[in-house]
């Protein structure tokens, strides 16, 4: 197993910091690398169960880069120390068009989410959505989960909260939760001039734009209502 991975150019690092900065503003927890066959995917989570009685989605934030050759990698590392070897890397990069050789963090072994794994193959589209609708469920359940926890909440109450604003779906669209609309909008990913492409495989639903994907691990009997 590969201890590091090359990206084609500098600008390619900015992307991932850009990336990682915008999920970490979110949960500042871990992201799951996993390259293969000259490609690195790269997994961040903005909303996941924290236990047995929590009922939030579990969506996660992906991008995928080129290497500049095929190695094989899948570690979780937390985003903190990630950003900060990439930041380093990014402050020494005169030549934009010079490939950018990264070394991997410590890896974890804690993180719940990380080993539930999305398809890589078998995706069947699902129609599509525009950003505004995607946007306006984000910004709807910011405001709803600001106005609802006060300051000094516990955790439970937080979480419960979270879980029931961001487990709804979104009007019209009958498997896509309202996190799903809330991953795109923090992570940049929604643009006014191009739809959200929708599949599903599986359990899984993913929402695509040029930007970068959300991936949705939906509820077992979800599939049962189709």
Known sequence: MSQSFTLTDSQSLSDLVVFLSRSRRVLDGSAR?????????????????????????????????????????????????????LKRLESTAHDATVPVTVTVPLEVNTVTWAGISPPKGGWEPNGQTSAARLEE???????EVAATIPQGTGEMIVERVRAEVWGRTVGGLEFVPAGAGFAAFSLGFLSDDEPVRLYESGLWARLSTSRGHVLVRRKPWTLQAK
């Open 33 to 85: 690398l996993i390259a293969a066959d000259g490609v690195l995917a790269v997994y961040t989570a903005i909303l996941y169960p924290r236990g047995l009685l929590d009922t939030s989605p579990t969506v996660l934030g992906l991008r995928t880069f080129a290497l500049t050759e095929a190695v094989e990698l899948d570690k979780v590392v937390p985003v903190r120390s990630l950003i900060e070897r």
């Open 137 to 143: 469920a984000a910004r709807q359940g910011i405001d």
